[in-house]
């Protein structure tokens, strides 16, 4: 299992920018894709963005609605996994969460992943 912590959301004007951390701790061995989700009250939880890596490459896949405003990235040496989020809207607002999977394929799908932040919050003000 796999633990994580993340920090970094709050409340911030449409145009802004927020960077959200996800410290891992554990079997961190045994993933191979960090993932970002999110969730607003009443709708399922969304795929934002993830990260897969193998011994042949890394990969970073986003939604389409985050594309060229949203950034990915991982820390080996801190086993921390960040989320930059630039160019910030309304209807990014939702209780963001981080997860890990043993599995570099599906990404996108919440069931593919094992382990869950206990997410952080991010409002947008217009």
């Known amino acids: 299992q796999v633990q994580l912590v993340e920090s970094g959301g709050g409340l911030v004007q449409a145009g802004d920018s927020l960077t959200l951390s996800c410290a891992a701790s554990?079997?961190?061995?045994?993933?191979?894709?960090m993932g970002w989700f999110r969730q607003v009250p009443g709708k399922e939880r969304e795929f934002v963005c993830a990260?897969?890596?193998?011994?042949?490459?890394?990969?970073?896949y986003y939604t389409d609605s985050v594309k060229g405003r949203f950034t990915i990235s991982r820390d080996n040496a801190k086993n921390t996994v960040y989320l930059q989020m630039n160019s910030l809207k309304p209807e990014d607002t939702a209780v963001y969460y981080c997860?890990?999977?043993?599995?570099?394929?599906?990404?996108?799908?919440?069931?593919?992943?094992?382990?869950w932040g206990q997410g952080t919050q991010v409002t947008v003000s217009s």
């Open positions: 997860a890990a999977s043993p599995y570099s394929s599906s990404y996108y799908r919440a069931s593919s992943y094992d382990s």
């Open positions: 554990g079997r961190t061995f045994s993933s191979h894709a």
């Open positions: 990260v897969t890596w193998s011994w042949s490459a890394v990969n970073a």
